[in-house]
């Protein structure tokens, strides 16, 4: 059987052992000793995002789980996989725009440490233009705002006859 390309990227391995409410299930599964020693290796290589084997079985159920859905005649497990899919997608916008504001807070630590008013200015300015580049609109609206109000004294401002 040809299964399709993997669509899943390592950098974006999200798979949390509970639902979004706290449920989970625990699967147990007799797998050989070989097999068990590869995964805790991977594990524990720091090459991937897992911290555990389970986080790799996780994953790897994840990944084929989805591989598989699509060739099943079943509306159910394809909703379920969609619904699982939207979760994650959400998950991961959360995570990040909570990045967003650490990098805020991280940053007045920072700007205290320079004596240098244009070094905080580059800095802040900086900032803002990554933070412009953030799809998601409530993220970036929220981190530009809040930068802003908390390092708005770094910012250049607009001449008041200019547009």
Do not use: C
Request: no cysteine.
């Amino acid at each position: 059987m040809d299964l399709p390309q993997d669509p899943y990227s390592l950098d974006q391995f999200f798979i949390k052992p509970t639902d979004e409410r706290g449920h989970g299930n625990k699967v147990q599964a007799r797998i050989p000793p070989d097999l068990a020693r590869v995964v805790e290796i991977i594990a524990q290589s720091g090459k991937f995002p897992y911290r555990t084997a389970s986080d790799v079985f996780r994953d790897s159920i994840w990944r084929l789980a989805g591989l598989l859905a699509p060739k099943v005649d079943d509306y159910e497990s394809k909703t379920i996989m969609a619904k699982l899919r939207a979760v994650e997608e959400t998950l991961k916008a959360q995570e990040a725009g909570e990045g967003l504001m650490k990098v805020i807070d991280n940053l007045g630590l920072r700007l205290m440490a320079l004596d240098s008013i244009g070094e905080r200015k580059r800095i802040v300015a900086k900032v803002q233009r990554e933070f412009s580049t953030v799809t998601e609109d409530y993220w970036r609206k929220r981190a530009l705002r809040t930068l802003k109000e908390r390092y708005g004294e770094y910012l250049e401002r607009p001449d008041k006859g200019s547009f």
